[in-house]
């Protein structure tokens, strides 16, 4: 190339050299670098930063010296391994070439890494000031966990060691029902992954049967490298806006990861996450029975001291007799001013109304409203024409005439049955009279009047009297007959009225 700026002459005259468009001499320098430069590994600081509707990444990698300007295209852009920010120390693979538009070299960058883990832990600290000024690592934000949830939604590898960690240790604690969202949880599939998972259960409704009451992203531990995925701002900011309790259990204790600042909760290791998420059945257990023991024992302390106080009360009361002796006594007391009472009353109250409304009514207001009683019936009579009094009386004899013979029938009948009633009971009282029985040779002894039943009865010192059926003889002081009795002469007739009887209620007497 130096042979073609020589010249021929030293005059400065016509050059050897052919003649070149800019386009030829753009094409032969591409050519020159491209062939010089085809593959090749830069490492410097990420600049500027352009991302043009196109889908490109525009770029300049600096160091305190120079600056290289590079792109790197949109089929290429989602597949990097570290996506550049403005600041980063980057390692850029990727082969040079010119853009004649602009007369200047760049970098096709095919792949990009971030230069050592010191930059790893710069790039770190600088997204987690950003983020923590943004307050999505505040405390306030942070929820308490459920004490036992019913579902435990895991985000981890489907494959890996931690989820079988999770499941035995649950099983051992607290036995619960559990769901895996399978992530990839390294390499450039993880970040997308994981916030795309954490968004996932996230937007579950509640109620849903598949959506977790606390959810876990966990994965075992590795370098700043291997564990970057959990670093990125889209899963950050997935953890902080997740709506159900988060547990981060990323790599181990020493591990740290910008997620466990976003999450609820932080477990050093995925097994200290299970046990984060229940708790122990078997210390459950205890506790529960702890607590009915001293729930048992208070209740019975307090039904010990209940029934002392209630008999210290009891004794303060009085005996239930003295207390109703006294009702008792008021009760009798009153009853005896009681008619006393009701007197007084009845006399004020005859007083009051003489003195009160009912003393206006005179003899003199009586008759004066006797006479407005009679105006007013007078009028009333005048109302009624003789016409409809006569029509009424008429329809009234019409109606008294049927009942005036009916009772015609009954006035003679009534008479005849009482007649014959009257005959039947005379017939039947002579069956029954005791004069018959005489009649059939019993005789009735009376002495002083009253009928002797019993021979025990009978005073032989004294008359007595024996009717017989035609007859009554007296015994004792009259003359002798032939059998020893003394003769007398029969009782009028109207003398039988006058001989007593026993009960009054037997007009017969008794047949001994």
Same mark, same amino acid.
Request: with cysteine.
């Given at each position: 190339?130096?042979?073609?700026?020589?010249?021929?002459?030293?005059?400065?005259?016509?050059?050897?050299?052919?003649?070149?468009?800019?386009?030829?001499?753009?094409?032969?320098? %591409?050519?020159?670098?491209?062939?010089?430069?085809?593959?090749? @590994?830069?490492?410097?600081?990420? $600049?500027?930063?352009?991302?043009?509707?196109?889908?490109?990444?525009?770029?300049?990698?600096?160091?305190?010296?120079?600056?290289?300007?590079?792109?790197?295209?949109?089929?290429?852009?989602?597949? *990097?391994?570290?996506?550049?920010?403005?600041?980063?120390?980057?390692?850029?693979?990727?082969?040079?070439?010119?853009?004649? $538009?602009?007369?200047?070299?760049?970098?096709?960058?095919?792949?990009?890494?971030?230069?050592?883990? &010191?930059? *790893?832990?710069?790039?770190?600290?600088?997204? #987690?000031?950003?983020?923590?000024?943004?307050?999505?690592?505040?405390?306030?934000? %942070?929820?308490?966990?459920?004490?036992?949830?019913?579902?435990?939604?895991?985000?981890t590898s489907p494959t890996g060691?931690?989820?079988?960690?999770?499941?035995?240790?649950?099983?051992?604690?607290?036995?619960?029902?559990?769901?895996?969202?399978?992530?990839?949880?390294?390499?450039?599939?993880?970040?997308?992954?994981?916030?795309?998972?954490?968004?996932?259960?996230?937007?579950?409704?509640? &109620?849903?049967?598949?959506?977790?009451?606390?959810?876990?992203?966990?994965?075992?531990?590795?370098?700043?490298?291997?564990?970057?995925?959990?670093?990125?701002?889209?899963?950050?900011?997935?953890?902080?806006?997740?709506?159900?309790?988060?547990?981060?259990?990323?790599?181990?204790?020493?591990?740290?990861?910008?997620?466990?600042?976003?999450?609820?909760?932080?477990?050093?290791?995925?097994?200290?996450?299970?046990?984060?998420?229940?708790?122990?059945?078997?210390?459950?257990?205890?506790?529960?029975?702890?607590?009915?023991?001293?729930?048992?024992?208070?209740?019975?302390?307090?039904?010990?001291?209940?029934n002392r106080r209630l008999r210290?009360?009891?004794?303060? *009361?009085? #005996?239930?007799?003295?207390?109703?002796?006294?009702?008792?006594?008021?009760?009798?007391?009153?009853?005896?001013?009681?008619?006393?009472?009701?007197?007084?009353?009845?006399?004020?109250?005859?007083?009051?109304?003489?003195?009160?409304?009912?003393?206006?009514?005179?003899?003199?207001?009586?008759?004066?409203?006797?006479?407005? #009683?009679?105006? @007013?019936?007078?009028?009333?009579?005048?109302?009624?024409?003789?016409?409809?009094?006569?029509?009424?009386?008429?329809?009234?004899?019409?109606?008294?005439?049927?009942?005036?013979?009916?009772?015609?029938?009954?006035?003679?009948?009534?008479?005849?049955?009482?007649?014959?009633?009257?005959?039947?009971? &005379?017939?039947?009282?002579?069956?029954?009279?005791?004069?018959?029985?005489?009649? @059939? $040779?019993?005789?009735?002894?009376?002495?002083?009047?009253?009928?002797?039943?019993?021979?025990?009865?009978?005073?032989? $010192?004294?008359?007595?009297?024996?009717?017989?059926?035609?007859?009554?003889?007296?015994?004792?002081? &009259?003359?002798?007959?032939?059998?020893?009795?003394?003769?007398?002469?029969?009782?009028?007739?109207?003398? %039988?009225?006058?001989?007593?009887?026993?009960?009054?209620?037997?007009?017969?007497?008794?047949?001994?």
């Open positions: 190339m130096s042979d073609l700026l020589d010249d021929d002459g030293p005059g400065g005259g016509p050059s050897n050299l052919p003649e070149l468009t800019v386009s030829e001499l753009s094409a032969s320098v %591409k050519r020159a670098i491209e062939g010089g430069f085809s593959r090749v @590994r830069v490492r410097g600081e990420i $600049g500027r930063v352009s991302r043009p509707r196109s889908g490109h990444v525009y770029l300049d990698l600096k160091d305190e010296r120079a600056v290289l300007s590079g792109v790197v295209w949109k089929g290429q852009a989602g597949r *990097l391994s570290v996506q550049p920010s403005e600041g980063d120390e980057v390692i850029a693979t990727g082969r040079l070439t010119t853009f004649p $538009g602009q007369s200047k070299y760049q970098i096709v960058i095919e792949d990009m890494t971030l230069a050592g883990e &010191g930059a *790893l832990l710069a790039k770190l600290e600088r997204l #987690r000031k950003a983020l923590a000024a943004e307050g999505l690592f505040a405390e306030e934000r %942070k929820r308490p966990l459920p004490f036992l949830p019913e579902l435990v939604g895991v985000v060691a931690v989820i079988r960690d999770i499941l035995h240790r649950l099983a051992d604690r607290f036995p619960r029902r559990v769901v895996v969202w399978p992530v990839a949880v390294q390499g450039e599939r993880s970040a997308p992954e994981v916030a795309r998972a954490i968004r996932g259960f996230s937007a579950l409704p509640p &109620g849903h049967p598949l959506r977790p009451d606390v959810l876990i992203v966990a994965r075992g531990g590795g370098s700043v490298e291997d564990l970057w995925g959990f670093n990125e701002e889209a899963v950050v900011r997935a953890a902080a806006e997740c709506s159900i309790p988060l547990i981060s259990a990323v790599g181990h204790e020493t591990d740290t990861t910008l997620i466990d600042f976003a999450a609820d909760r932080r477990a050093p290791t995925p097994t200290a996450a299970a046990e984060l998420a229940v708790p122990v059945r078997a210390d459950l257990s205890a506790q529960l029975s702890d607590l009915e023991n001293r729930r048992r024992r208070a209740a019975a302390r307090r039904l010990s001291d209940e210290d009360l009891a004794r303060a *009361l009085p #005996r239930p007799e003295q207390m109703l002796a006294e009702r008792a006594q008021r009760l009798d007391a009153l009853a005896g001013r009681l008619p006393r009472a009701l007197g007084a009353l009845a006399t004020a109250k005859r007083a009051a109304a003489a003195r009160g409304p009912a003393a206006r009514f005179g003899p003199g207001l009586l008759a004066q409203l006797l006479r407005l #009683r009679r105006a @007013r019936l007078r009028g009333l009579a005048d109302r009624l024409s003789p016409a409809r009094l006569a029509a009424e009386t008429r329809r009234r004899r019409e109606a008294l005439t049927p009942l005036a013979r009916r009772l015609d029938r009954a006035g003679g009948a009534i008479p005849s049955e009482a007649r014959t009633r009257l005959d039947r009971a &005379g017939r039947l009282l002579e069956t029954l009279s005791y004069k018959d029985t005489l009649r @059939r $040779g019993f005789a009735v002894v009376r002495q002083d009047g009253a009928v002797v039943a019993r021979a025990a009865g009978l005073d032989a $010192g004294r008359p007595a009297e024996i009717e017989f059926h035609d007859a009554r003889v007296a015994v004792g002081d &009259g003359p002798a007959t032939a059998d020893g009795a003394t003769e007398t002469t029969p009782p009028p007739r109207r003398r %039988k009225r006058e001989i007593p009887n026993d009960d009054p209620d037997d007009p017969q007497g008794s047949l001994l």
